[in-house]
């Protein structure tokens, strides 16, 4: 594997909307993020990925662009972003931006276009065909609910496809001229002095033509997308295209969110001639995942969550980088959903941090998971903004759930979860606003918030700062970034350990449970790199580790 400038960073996400309000207008915006740069950079992060910022009618939450080439009023303008980047830069700092290329917003001159013109140039640049009444061209279940084509508006003899949303028109990169937009695009950015870019959504650029139905699993008719995208071949030559035009020339990282990997497929996409820089590992996230909705998933025991990483760690092997995560803008908070319930304290949250933030691959922090941010808990059904979650609220009422088990399903996947704002302070909205705050805060940001932690040692905050700094530390992080992955202990019950081996054999073990257990060292300790409580209790032939609940160590051998 070719050594790349990017392997040895730290990455954090950004939701720009949550992240830190400027102007008082109660949503968070670029000069706040610029006004936080120095945070991030002694917290030890190199790379801010910014959710879309892109002028947007914000239908999902500005995933539905339609001005690829400016800046949402919302946040700022084209200079406030030049100034970020140019800011950014003086910290040694890189800025991603998110691409969503699968498709816009129906409120883009593109697609205003096609409607005004169906049979035009506007109207190839989508998925447009001929509508008659009763009749589908294909069964295939949209993400959010419903099948995935829309009458036409003024046309009501055309339906467009739209696997998302019905304000975000797919785009048909069958078409040329789809392609060279989007690269004219990706181009005119990274030469602004952008690092690169997230790339939304991207396996779903690829359909299976002709359209043809696929079984139903549900009483709607209707068919999981993911049925016709496992058909979908030929994806590579878009993307290995759009690698060559735009990313390759200007050595610029990429991180695609890629879920429907087909076997085999890893060196293609993050090999050393692979289509993107990194991908994220979404095995824990997908554990448990039902067809049927939110109400039938299964969230992962310990067990299942290191099967996962390991699993991963194996496939992945030498042939490139994961960016690894527990949370992002699409999944609730890490420490609420792979701790038992109950069991939710610092300590756990510590070794939640411990054990993904050490495996092989890019780390990845989300906004406030670096203080523990955690789950709303049971909200009104009035308070909830994200449209998953309310699609999936009836998706649980059609399957005979109670309105309150419900909004107990939605409760613990929302999106509006990790949405909530940032929690800097105990002060009014958590200092993220002087007004009205788009999103409810957490009501437990009084005691969770980066103000109270910044100055205690023994804090979430202070313990990630020193997770990156072990990584960054120069006698080990040969070691920590390009050592392989060699899982230990692996069928000790609710035990997470591995040996990151390179220069050094270093050894991370987590107890994952409230309960104290033992685990026997390979060899003798030779040194304590980091711990999450005060002291250890170790053996005195120091072979044998004695640790507390949720107790999480790094040793070298």
């Known amino acids: 594997m070719e050594k790349k400038w990017w392997h040895d960073k730290v990455?954090?996400?950004?939701?720009?909307?949550?992240?830190?309000?400027?102007?008082?207008?109660?949503?968070?915006?670029l000069q706040g993020i610029i006004s936080k740069l120095d945070y991030l950079k002694d917290l030890g992060v190199d790379i801010l990925w910014i959710s879309p910022i892109y002028p947007s009618p914000f239908a999902d939450q500005g995933y539905d662009i339609s001005d690829y080439y400016n800046i949402d009023p919302t946040f700022g303008t084209l200079e406030d972003m030049d100034e970020l980047i140019r800011e950014a830069g003086k910290r040694q700092m890189y800025i991603l931006m998110d691409l969503v290329v699968n498709h816009c917003s129906d409120e883009h001159e593109w697609f205003e276009k096609a409607c005004a013109d169906p049979y035009g140039e506007y109207g190839n640049l989508f998925y447009i065909e001929d509508r008659k009444e009763g009749e589908l061209p294909c069964n295939w279940r949209s993400y959010f609910g419903g099948p995935v084509w829309e009458p036409l508006p003024g046309h009501p003899d055309k339906q467009y496809m739209h696997v998302f949303h019905k304000k975000q028109p797919d785009l048909n990169w069958e078409n040329p001229a789809v392609r060279e937009e989007v690269y004219k695009n990706i181009n005119w950015w990274l030469d602004?002095?952008?690092?690169?870019?997230r790339v939304d959504a991207i396996i779903n650029i690829k359909k299976a033509l002709p359209y043809k139905d696929y079984p139903s699993d549900r009483d709607d008719g209707l068919s999981d997308i993911a049925l016709m995208?496992?058909?979908?071949?030929?994806?590579?030559?878009?993307?290995?295209?759009?690698?060559a035009r735009t990313f390759g020339p200007h050595d610029a990282f990429s991180v695609g969110e890629v879920f429907n990997l087909k076997e085999g497929e890893l060196p293609d996409f993050v090999g050393d001639k692979g289509y993107f820089s990194s991908i994220f590992d979404f095995s824990t996230t997908s554990f448990g995942k039902s067809d049927k909705g939110w109400y039938a998933c299964k969230k992962p025991s310990p067990?299942?969550?290191?099967?996962?990483?390991?699993?991963?760690?194996?496939?992945m092997g030498d042939v490139g980088f994961y960016s690894n995560i527990i949370e992002n803008h699409d999944e609730p908070r890490g420490v609420s959903y792979y701790i038992p319930e109950g069991e939710v304290c610092n300590a756990s949250k510590k070794l939640l941090a411990a054990m993904y933030f050490l495996?092989?691959?890019l780390p990845f922090i989300y906004q406030g998971q670096e203080i523990g941010m955690e789950n709303l808990g049971v909200v009104p059904l009035d308070q909830v903004d994200d449209i998953s979650a309310l699609d999936q609220y009836q998706v649980s009422l059609d399957a005979g759930l109670t309105p309150e088990e419900a909004l107990k399903v939605i409760s613990i996947y929302s999106r509006d979860n990790a949405r909530t704002p940032v929690q800097w302070t105990s002060e009014k909205n958590a200092g993220f606003t002087e007004g009205t705050p788009w999103l409810m805060v957490n009501p437990n940001y009084t005691s969770i918030n980066v103000e109270a932690q910044e100055n205690d040692p023994d804090s979430v905050l202070a313990f990630y700062k020193k997770l990156i700094a072990l990584r960054k530390n120069p006698d080990?992080?040969?070691?920590?970034?390009?050592?392989?992955?060699?899982?230990?202990?692996?069928?000790?019950?609710?035990?997470?350990?591995?040996?990151?081996?390179?220069?050094?054999?270093?050894?991370?073990?987590?107890?994952?449970?409230?309960?104290?257990?033992?685990?026997?060292?390979p060899s003798t300790c030779k040194n304590l790199l980091l711990n999450n409580y005060q002291d250890l209790d170790m053996n005195e032939e120091k072979t044998a580790v004695h640790l507390k609940g949720y107790q999480a160590i790094v040793i070298e051998l």
Do not use: W
């Open 229 to 243: 995208l496992a058909e979908a071949q030929g994806i590579g030559e878009f993307l290995g295209e759009m690698q």
């Open 11 to 29: 990455a954090y996400q950004i939701y720009p909307k949550s992240f830190y309000d400027s102007n008082g207008d109660g949503i968070g915006d």
């Open 303 to 315: 067990d299942d969550y290191k099967k996962c990483f390991f699993r991963s760690q194996e496939e």
């Open 359 to 361: 495996m092989r691959g």
């Open 192 to 197: 602004k002095g952008l690092g690169g870019f």
């Open 476 to 521: 080990y992080k040969e070691t920590l970034v390009y050592g392989t992955v060699i899982p230990y202990l692996e069928d000790q019950h609710n035990l997470m350990a591995y040996h990151r081996k390179g220069e050094k054999d270093l050894l991370v073990i987590g107890n994952f449970q409230k309960d104290p257990q033992t685990a026997v060292l």
